[in-house]
Nanobody, 120 residues
Framework: QVHLVESGGGLVQAGGSLRLSCAASGSISAINAMGWYRQAPGKQRELVATITRGGSTVYADSVKGRFTISRDNAKNTVYLQMNSLKPEDTAVYYC??????????????WGQGTQVTVSS
């Protein structure tokens, strides 16, 4: 079993900051790419940011310069620092991890989601 547990969501005023965390646990040999996605009501889930095990990052244009993704490989944890939040950032944020299992299989796992609400 592999579990991803997210934390750090909440309600914040526009211009404020939040930090999301996602910790992976279970029978994990290695975690390759990790990322954050979000889904607003009535919209499709979209990429926010991803980070490879080596630290290479990709950001959605809408969050560049405001959000920073990072990870702690020793803790199997990925973070998303969100600054200068806007009402349009309101969504459920999901963590994703590309996991190599001790069994030799390769799996994609998702967290349960954490709500981020930005008030104007």
């Amino acid at each position: 079993q592999v579990h991803l547990v997210e934390s750090g969501g909440g309600l914040v005023q526009a211009g404020g900051s939040l930090r999301l965390s996602c910790a992976a646990s279970g029978s994990i040999s290695a975690i390759n790419a990790m990322g954050w996605y979000r889904q607003a009501p009535g919209k499709q889930r979209e990429l926010v940011a991803t980070i490879t095990r080596g630290g290479s990052t990709v950001y959605a244009d809408s969050v560049k310069g405001r959000f920073t993704i990072s990870r702690d490989n020793a803790k199997n944890t990925v973070y998303l620092q969100m600054n200068s939040l806007k009402p349009e950032d309101t969504a459920v944020y999901y963590c994703k991890a590309d996991v190599s299992r001790y069994s030799g299989t390769y799996e994609v796992h998702w967290g349960q989601g954490t709500q981020v609400t930005v008030s104007s």
